[in-house]
């Protein structure tokens, strides 16, 4: 199947999706070290569908699993569920990270993206379109799993959860703690601080062991997610707090009908939990590898299973044309192409680049323009193109899929 390019053109009305720009002097919340007066507060793009949203976070614990990556006796996991709420009246907006986290940001996140700033940009500002604890529509609704790329946190993949929770769609987007960049806890643990850091300095896929430990840990987590979500349709609460869960939550979540999508190897993690678990139907890969890297320098890479045998479900693969790594991503994706039975579509965002499927699309432009990046690093993270074009093609790529394959009702 041939891909197809997506191009620039916009609709003057997809303009107003990314208005705003940056705000500087806002209230702060983070903890130490406290923003400066002078500390930018980026803005996320506001979602478009019909639906308010609310928004609540879950605590799970794997009793059955030791962490893989540092001496804790339990794996740990923590989600955000977005969902279409019945009324936000006396909820408030939450905000896009916990103070911990936002604090941690500046020192963790730009190991893995060197364009962002390590000062200048108050994290703990920027809020969301989502009410806390927000009571849902009580109607059974699709949900969709999303796993963010390798050393990112969930709180990256804000803008799409938003809209997809806007159209209809039940949203839970995953943390890998000790792959993401920084995860915060509602309660302390032996073995581990209140918000937990990455244990990665560098691209995991260069080392063969860690990326295949990095793969199966996030296949097992996203098997445990979609595990304690069956509770709460079952009238348990999953949190292993027993934190109240929003009202009729339990009576929003569909578990007969779910969908994943994730980026980078979030995206392998998407494709490939698909191919492993009958309950997932469809699925979306932003430019995530499927194949393992070369044991060896100058061999291919072994491909998963999902690119060695195919897939009988649907199968999203959505690409950019500047990812540096695309002529290495090519073999695995012609694999499940020819392999797919014809589940398998691909498409190609111009003049775009990694970074673009996350909340980065939206906030280089605004870094930016506040000079703190440089227009060759915002060119590197997510590409040339701007964010009134990139926000609204992905959310439209990600949304016409699951709609087609996955509706919910409006």
């Given at each position: 199947m041939g891909r197809r390019t997506l191009t620039t053109g916009a609709a003057a009305a997809a303009l107003l999706l990314v208005g705003g720009g940056f705000a500087r002097g806002q209230s702060a919340t983070s903890k130490s070290p406290a923003p400066r007066t002078d500390d930018i507060t980026l803005r996320l793009p506001a979602p478009t569908g019909p639906h308010p949203i609310g928004v609540t976070s879950l605590y799970l614990v794997d009793r059955s699993r030791r962490d893989p990556w540092e001496p804790i006796a339990v794996r740990e996991v923590m989600v955000s569920v977005f969902y279409p709420a019945r009324t936000v009246h006396g909820r408030p907006v939450a905000p896009q990270m916990a103070p911990g986290a936002a604090a941690a940001l500046p020192s963790v996140d730009p190991l893995f993206h060197t364009e962002l700033p390590t000062s200048g940009v108050d994290w703990a500002a920027t809020r969301t379109h989502a009410h806390t604890d927000a009571p849902a529509r009580p109607e059974r609704r699709p949900v969709l799993l999303y796993s963010p790329g390798g050393g990112d946190p969930r709180t990256?993949?804000?803008?799409?959860?938003?809209?997809?929770?806007?159209?209809?769609?039940?949203?839970?987007?995953?943390?890998?703690?000790?792959?993401?960049?920084?995860?915060?806890?509602?309660?302390?643990?032996?073995?581990?601080?209140?918000?937990?850091?990455?244990?990665?300095?560098?691209?995991p896929?260069?080392?063969?062991?860690?990326?295949?430990?990095?793969?199966?840990?996030?296949?097992?987590?996203?098997?445990?997610?979609?595990?304690?979500?069956?509770?709460?349709?079952a009238g348990r609460n999953p949190d292993a707090l027993g934190r109240p869960l929003p009202e009729?939550?339990?009576?929003?979540?569909?578990?007969?009908?779910?969908?994943?999508?994730?980026?980078?190897?979030?995206?392998?993690?998407?494709?490939?939990?698909?191919?492993?678990?009958?309950?997932?139907?469809?699925?979306?890969?932003?430019?995530?590898?499927?194949?393992?890297?070369?044991?060896?320098?100058?061999?291919?890479?072994?491909?998963?299973?999902?690119?060695?045998?195919?897939v009988d479900r649907p199968l999203l693969l959505l690409g950019t044309d500047g990812f540096p790594e695309r002529p290495a991503l090519e073999p695995s994706w012609s694999a499940v192409l020819t392999h797919g039975h014809g589940h398998v579509r691909r498409r190609q965002l111009a003049h775009a680049t990694h970074g673009v499927f996350t909340d980065y699309a939206a906030f280089a432009p605004q870094l930016q323009a506040a000079g703190l990046m440089t227009a060759a690093g915002r060119n590197s993270l997510v590409g040339t193109i701007d964010p009134a074009v990139s926000v609204p093609l992905v959310r439209s790529e990600v949304y016409s899929f699951f709609a087609r394959h996955l509706p919910a009702p409006h």
């Amino acid at each position: 199947m041939g891909r197809r390019t997506l191009t620039t053109g916009a609709a003057a009305a997809a303009l107003l999706l990314v208005g705003g720009g940056f705000a500087r002097g806002q209230s702060a919340t983070s903890k130490s070290p406290a923003p400066r007066t002078d500390d930018i507060t980026l803005r996320l793009p506001a979602p478009t569908g019909p639906h308010p949203i609310g928004v609540t976070s879950l605590y799970l614990v794997d009793r059955s699993r030791r962490d893989p990556w540092e001496p804790i006796a339990v794996r740990e996991v923590m989600v955000s569920v977005f969902y279409p709420a019945r009324t936000v009246h006396g909820r408030p907006v939450a905000p896009q990270m916990a103070p911990g986290a936002a604090a941690a940001l500046p020192s963790v996140d730009p190991l893995f993206h060197t364009e962002l700033p390590t000062s200048g940009v108050d994290w703990a500002a920027t809020r969301t379109h989502a009410h806390t604890d927000a009571p849902a529509r009580p109607e059974r609704r699709p949900v969709l799993l999303y796993s963010p790329g390798g050393g990112d946190p969930r709180t990256l993949g804000t803008g799409l959860a938003e809209e997809l929770a806007s159209r209809g769609y039940v949203v839970v987007t995953i943390d890998h703690p000790g792959d993401g960049s920084e995860v915060e806890f509602p309660r302390d643990r032996a073995g581990r601080q209140r918000v937990r850091t990455t244990v990665f300095r560098g691209n995991p896929r260069t080392d063969p062991k860690l990326f295949r430990t990095m793969v199966g840990t996030r296949l097992a987590d996203t098997r445990f997610v979609l595990d304690q979500l069956a509770l709460p349709a079952a009238g348990r609460n999953p949190d292993a707090l027993g934190r109240p869960l929003p009202e009729a939550l339990g009576h929003a979540l569909d578990p007969r009908r779910v969908g994943i999508y994730g980026h980078s190897v979030g995206g392998t993690t998407a494709a490939q939990a698909m191919y492993e678990d009958r309950r997932i139907g469809a699925a979306v890969d932003l430019e995530g590898f499927l194949d393992y890297p070369p044991e060896r320098s100058g061999r291919g890479g072994r491909l998963l299973p999902v690119a060695r045998y195919g897939v009988d479900r649907p199968l999203l693969l959505l690409g950019t044309d500047g990812f540096p790594e695309r002529p290495a991503l090519e073999p695995s994706w012609s694999a499940v192409l020819t392999h797919g039975h014809g589940h398998v579509r691909r498409r190609q965002l111009a003049h775009a680049t990694h970074g673009v499927f996350t909340d980065y699309a939206a906030f280089a432009p605004q870094l930016q323009a506040a000079g703190l990046m440089t227009a060759a690093g915002r060119n590197s993270l997510v590409g040339t193109i701007d964010p009134a074009v990139s926000v609204p093609l992905v959310r439209s790529e990600v949304y016409s899929f699951f709609a087609r394959h996955l509706p919910a009702p409006h």
